[in-house]
């Protein structure tokens, strides 16, 4: 059995790969580097690692060089590069979480870290490995649709999700995180060149932080919703509604205080996210559109949006013989056929992992690139390059040429 360290014990690490891992038995993870000693030590008993296996930096673990096949970097986004660079010195397979970088410089920098690297190299790009995607993938391979014409693709937050990690939470600042379009939607680029397999051209974009600024507040509101704002009731981002009643709920296990009401609400008087998303520090895009051109005169249009109710990707393929489409999260798809008419829905299924069943997909495949020949994933590259075309667009507001 293949050997991997987590690197990075947080929300994608320990919450979501690793315990897939262990339940489906398809690497066998032999050690974690992780700064907080409680969530390190809580990943140690669970997956049974060594006390010399154990490291609270991760410049300790490749300190001692290659003791394992594989390293799964999810450090923060700010903190891919360094350990990435170090990986490739100690000759490790890596699969590095998305973004692989925040900057279009440290893009670079990381090209030329993995340029020619003879062992695999992939990101987190887990939508491509949801059956969904991989649906619509075959169907276009088919042929059903004809040639791929133009594409749309939206990326609904939900402003539940978006006040959580964009208003509130670690990736609402540019300067200690990436811009929206960069954390958020990266595999969203990723899957627009999966689907359409052509080349990027040409980008443009637009797009702001228009609502969740102080002027936009209905009055004169607390710093925090648990100071009594007089407008709480009312209110849809009231934090207290939000974590305990609502849709926020889902997040509380961040908080690591208990699953309690009283618990929550006493976390939210001091931790970030029970500020009033009206005097938060946030500086990243609540919607962003970009319109692309691809190889062959193929178009595609992408948006993301916080102003949505439900957190879902919906999506759209036209060609010259039909079109498909439909809700990720649903699992519902409809081709439709120009030649008769005819229309036929599929009802798509998946293993309960996050992202319509990615996760699992996402470990299921580089568990099984580890048994094969090196490959140095490109079009990780390509979608990163993209997005970052798509932002300076934005900032520059001109078309931007790849």
């Known amino acids: ?43 140690q008993r669970k997956y049974d690692i060594a006390d010399d296996m154990c490291f609270s930096d991760y410049k300790e673990l490749f300190a001692k060089g290659k003791i394992a096949d594989s390293v799964i970097i999810c450090t ?22 998305k973004p692989v970088a925040t900057t279009p410089e440290e893009l670079s920098e990381l090209e030329n870290i993995v340029s020619g690297y003879d062992k695999i190299f992939t990101t987190g790009f887990v939508l491509r490995y949801t059956p969904f995607i991989q649906k619509i993938r075959e169907i276009i391979k088919s042929g059903e649709i004809g040639d791929i014409v133009t594409m749309q693709l939206n990326e609904n937050e939900g402003f539940w999700h ?11 600042n540019e300067a200690s995180s990436s811009p929206l379009i ?28 228009q609502f969740f600024k102080f ?40 908080f690591e205080c208990g699953n309690s009401d009283e618990a929550i609400i006493e976390a939210l008087k001091t931790n970030p996210y029970g500020r009033c998303v009206y005097r938060c520090d946030n500086d990243v895009c609540d919607h962003q559109v970009a319109s692309i051109e691809f190889e062959g005169g193929i178009t595609a249009v992408f948006t993301v949006s916080a102003f949505s109710r439900d957190n879902t990707r919906t999506l759209k393929i036209m060609g010259s013989k039909g079109e498909i ?9 409809v081709l439709k056929r120009f030649s008769n008419m005819s229309e036929e829905t599929f009802n ?55």
């Open 1 to 43: 059995m293949k050997t991997c360290i987590i690197v990075g014990a947080g929300g994608r690490g320990k919450d979501c790969y690793a315990p897939y891992i262990k339940e489906k038995g398809i690497m066998k993870i032999v050690g974690v580097a992780e700064p907080d000693e409680q969530k390190r030590n809580q990943f």
């Open 162 to 172: 978006h006040a959580h990690s964009y208003v509130r939470g670690p990736w609402n």
């Open 215 to 254: 002027e936009n507040a209905p009055g004169d509101v607390p710093l925090r919703c648990t100071d009594g704002c007089k407008y709480g009731d009312s209110c849809v981002y009231n934090a207290v509604k939000t974590y305990t009643v609502g849709q926020g709920r889902y997040f509380v296990h961040k």
């Open 348 to 402: 798509i299924t998946h293993d309960g992992t996050k992202h319509c069943g990615g996760d699992g997909g996402l470990m299921e495949h580089f568990a099984k690139l580890l048994d094969g020949e090196p490959v140095c994933d490109k079009w990780v590259l390509k979608a990163h390059k993209a997005v970052f075309a798509a932002e300076t667009s934005r900032r520059l507001g001109k078309s931007i040429e790849l």
């Open 76 to 97: 923060q986004d700010k903190m891919h590069l360094e350990p990435t660079r170090m990986a490739v010195e100690c000759g490790y397979h890596i699969l590095l979480e």
């Open 182 to 209: 960069v954390a958020k939607s990266c595999h969203d680029f990723d899957l627009m060149l999966y689907l359409i397999d052509r080349e990027c051209k040409k980008v443009s974009s637009y797009g702001s932080n």
């Open 325 to 333: 489409g439909g809700c990720m999260e649903s699992g519902v798809l």
